[in-house]
């Protein structure tokens, strides 16, 4: 089968795409043929050998890796103790927690692993949502408690966290004021956003004391000055790594009721059938920028590095 491979850390240069063996399941994993993979941050972050992605590929030197951790596509072999799963089941599986493996003809994942895809998306739309929509929904209401708030502030709100929770806090009523670059503005309020400020053009730390939750994927500004705008029983959630709010994390509390929180996501199913349901509803949509073949999925990982994609960038194994 046809996958990308790299076996050095550094960078992009170091992928090429192979002609691989076609993996076989054991005992309790499926095989998925896949359809489509979507980029994620994290895939960039192995590729580059950041320290926290080396535990999945090796310390000092990765073995020949298969990067890609988002996939919908179909069951087509089943291991004798994978109960309960059939060929030809419609998926889509984050395998953040299972070796990636996802920018690959096909994978093979515990069933525990796969959730059905939402029945009103394509394979290229199913791929755009696993990891990007369970981080906004598992930040803004495990960790950020959303559901005990009546407005947010979502910073980064084009990108592809972003554009989920912009989408999800909407979904629960939540007032949404979104933050983004001005080229990006309209594709936020697009996606129900009730404020949306330029942050290259206005000032978005301006009020004290204002909003009750806030959802931050970019995390270039300290914690503690976020946690100026918070109303009193306000949370301050970062989803990108932020040094600060990891240091802010524990004193939080001590000083008012005003909480910084930093969190890493889970694969879960129950969530993915959570926002399936939105998704199915019609609530929540994944918003696709760009779709690439595998051979030019070197191209897509770089145009996801140049962080200029509003929502999500996919590559689509049939094309
Ligand atoms: N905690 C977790 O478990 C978890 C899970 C998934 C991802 N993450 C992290 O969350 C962060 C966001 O991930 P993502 O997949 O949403 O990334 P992404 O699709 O690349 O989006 C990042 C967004 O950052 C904004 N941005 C800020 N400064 C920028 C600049 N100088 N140039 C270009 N864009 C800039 C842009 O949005 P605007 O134009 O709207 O500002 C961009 O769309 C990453 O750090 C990722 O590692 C964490």
Request: glycine share 8%; charged share 25%.
């Amino acid at each position: 089968m046809k996958a990308v491979v790299f076996d050095k850390y550094g960078s992009l240069e170091n992928l090429r795409i192979e002609e691989v063996p076609k993996p076989e399941p054991k005992s309790d994993e499926v095989r998925i043929k896949v359809h489509a993979a979507s980029l994620n941050s994290a895939d960039l972050q192995l590729i580059r050998g950041k320290l926290s992605s080396r535990v999945i590929a090796g310390l000092l030197k990765p073995g020949k890796v298969i990067p890609g951790i988002d996939v919908a596509g179909m069951v087509d072999a089943m291991g004798p103790d994978a109960i309960g799963c059939q060929w030809g089941q419609e998926v889509y599986a984050d395998l953040s927690e299972y070796g990636y493996g996802g920018f690959a003809e096909y994978v093979c994942v515990p069933k525990s692993a796969i959730a059905m895809k939402p029945k009103n998306l394509s394979y290229v739309e199913s791929s755009a949502v696993p990891m990007a929509a369970t981080a906004a929904f598992q930040g803004l209401v495990d960790h950020g408690s959303m559901l005990s708030y009546r407005s947010a502030m979502i910073i980064g709100a084009s990108g592809g966290v972003g554009h989920f929770a912009v989408q999800i806090a909407k979904n629960y009523d939540l007032q949404v004021t979104a933050v983004t670059r001005t080229e990006n503005v309209d594709f936020v309020k697009s996606l129900g956003a009730d404020y949306v400020i330029a942050s290259d053009q206005v000032d978005h730390m301006n009020k004290r004391d204002h909003y009750e939750l806030i959802f931050d994927t970019i995390a270039d500004i300290s914690a503690r000055k976020y946690r100026k705008m918070l109303t009193r029983d306000g949370k301050y959630v970062a989803c990108a790594f932020s040094p600060s709010a990891v240091l802010q994390s524990p004193i939080g509390g001590i000083l008012s009721n005003k909480r910084i929180v930093t969190f890493g996501l889970h694969p879960d199913m129950d969530d993915l059938a959570t926002i399936r349901n939105m998704i199915e509803k019609g609530n929540v949509r994944p918003r696709i920028d760009k779709v690439f073949s595998i051979e030019d999925s070197i191209e897509a990982l770089r145009y996801l590095a140049d962080r200029k994609a509003q929502g999500k960038v996919v590559i689509n194994m049939e094309s």
